[in-house]
């Protein structure tokens, strides 16, 4: 059967529909996907919001924010108003009964007249917060309750520390079976970033090659020249560590290390990531300064603009000890990682926005050529660009042209671009669709959830304990803080 065919009619249920997650995210993806024929034949969209509007207003904020944000453009008028007309609102308080009582009703009507069972999307867009009132108060309403049919998506941050994270599975499991939650890492649903597997395990070259005794080292950078925009609030109360490294770059770094899944099945890939973080080094509190470095940016100059600093953001506090960079070393103790360092970095107001994972490899075991040919000889370097470029590059010594023997490194570059003229889907577009179709494989199970919060755990504890003292201490538009250069410095390697 055609994979498109296999998506049941599905009503999905917003809360936080007036919110930013919607309008920039969530509404062009699930258009996208109805343009690309990825939708159920029958479905709706119902956005619950707090928010006094009629629907025609909804659906107008909405398709300004398809204008703007899908990946397709501006919206085509027909296409949009044949996708428009499945668009619901509610207005609600995620507190009250009656929102709940609502919901259900309209769930009701809607299956009557399209004379099935739908299957039932409840997406939590909303602070962290309210997922535990809207969980509790669905269930209690009899709503995701079908553990076939009833989804409940959450946004992360999922939790703000190991305690806040068991105690919110705890309640989570309390109603709802672990195959019905869908804890998103939208970075997971990127194009790149699923790559990375078909990469590794797609391939015959590189795995015999993919471990310590031929990789010398591997650096993750998110790095990003946005600031904390209009997220102070929420900024305020995590930081880099929390924000990025605990959720996005452990998940980039679990995809670099994990040993083969037997099948491509959601428990089987998911067992494997959490192995990796598992066999993370545990880290004492006393080696936490050597292992990793903080910072917070003041004001500086991004392409030609004068930004603010931290601290004078908007809802940020003026003496704020907040990260808005975090650099950590981490070990994997397993026979196929031991003594590789994995160095990860991110940072807000940074020079460029750059994701990237280089795999450094060792140098030749016997260097035959003379210094004069082959100048400072670099190892070679695999770099999966992960956004905004997309692609993979290998850099290996070449003979440059000529009658004598000079080496060269050069590159040899995959560009999606340059490769693939198909539109590349949002992560949201395939997160949504998964959520649909049943399959959580890129999705955090909560052992990952957990099991990640307690690497960084030492740290967070630590760096609470002990406030920075130099914040803020690099400038907006730079590589980050001078400590970030010595954390990797000290191990004779360089950031690339
Ligand atoms: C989010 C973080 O999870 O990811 C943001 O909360 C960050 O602070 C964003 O800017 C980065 O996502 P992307 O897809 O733009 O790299």
Not at 106 to 133: G, L, N, R, S
Not at 222 to 228: A, N
């Amino acid at each position: 059967m055609d994979e498109k065919e296999k998506v049941n009619p599905c009503i999905i249920v917003i809360f936080g529909a007036t919110g930013d997650l919607t309008w920039r995210k969530l509404i062009p993806a699930l258009y996208n996907l109805y343009l690309d024929n990825w939708m159920p034949e029958k479905f709706t969209i119902l956005g619950l919001g707090r928010r006094d509007i009629s629907e025609l207003q909804f659906r107008k904020t909405l398709l300004d924010g398809v204008n703007q944000f899908s990946r397709s453009g501006a919206a085509d008028k027909k296409q949009w108003a044949s996708f428009a007309k499945n668009i619901m609102y509610q207005k609600g308080e995620v507190h009250e009964k009656g929102t709940y009582d609502a919901v259900n009703k309209k769930i009701a009507q809607i299956e009557k007249a399209w004379k099935v069972e739908a299957d039932h999307v409840f997406y939590m867009a909303v602070t962290p917060d309210f997922f535990e009132t809207i969980a509790r108060k669905l269930y209690q309403a009899g709503l995701g309750r079908d553990k076939q049919r009833d989804k409940i998506v959450i946004e992360k941050p999922f939790g703000r520390d190991l305690d806040s994270a068991r105690k919110l599975n705890k309640l989570l499991h309390s109603m709802y079976d672990e195959c019905q939650i869908y804890r998103i890492d939208h970075y997971l649903g990127k194009e790149t970033v699923q790559n990375i597997l078909a990469f590794r395990f797609g391939n015959l070259l590189f795995e015999p090659l993919w471990n310590r005794n031929f990789i010398d080292h591997v650096q993750i950078t998110v790095s990003e020249q946005l600031g904390i925009e209009n997220r102070g609030n929420y900024y305020e109360t995590a930081g880099a560590l929390r924000d990025m490294i605990q959720n996005h770059i452990l998940q980039l770094m679990c995809l670099i290390a994990m040993e083969p899944p037997v099948s491509f099945e959601a428990n089987e890939v998911r067992n494997r990531k959490v192995d990796v973080i598992n066999a993370i080094r545990r880290i004492a509190e006393n080696e936490v300064h050597n292992i990793s470095v903080r910072g917070q940016y003041k004001e500086g100059w991004i392409e030609g603009k004068k930004v603010k600093g931290y601290r004078q953001e908007a809802d940020v506090k003026p003496n704020s000890r907040i990260e808005t960079f975090a650099a950590v070393k981490l070990f994997i103790e397993n026979w196929r990682w031991h003594d590789v360092p994995f160095y990860l970095r991110t940072g807000k107001r940074m020079k460029e926005t750059t994701s990237a994972i280089t795999i450094q490899f060792k140098d030749v075991p016997h260097r035959l050529f003379p210094s004069k040919a082959s100048g400072s000889w670099p190892p070679n370097r695999l770099i999966m660009n992960i956004q905004p470029h997309m692609g993979i590059t290998l850099s290996f010594q070449a003979k440059r042209p000529g009658l004598e023997m000079v080496l060269d490194p050069v590159d040899m570059d995959f560009d999606y671009k340059e490769t693939y003229t198909t539109g590349t889907p949002e992560a949201y577009e395939t997160l949504l669709l998964d959520t649909m179709q049943g399959d959580s494989t890129l999705f955090m199970r909560a052992d990952q959830v957990e099991a990640a919060w307690a690497v960084m755990m030492p740290i967070i504890k630590v760096w609470e304990n002990n406030p920075p003292v130099n914040f803020p201490n690099y400038t907006a538009g730079t590589q980050g803080p001078e400590d970030a250069e010595a954390l990797i410095a000290r191990d004779g390697h360089n950031w690339l």
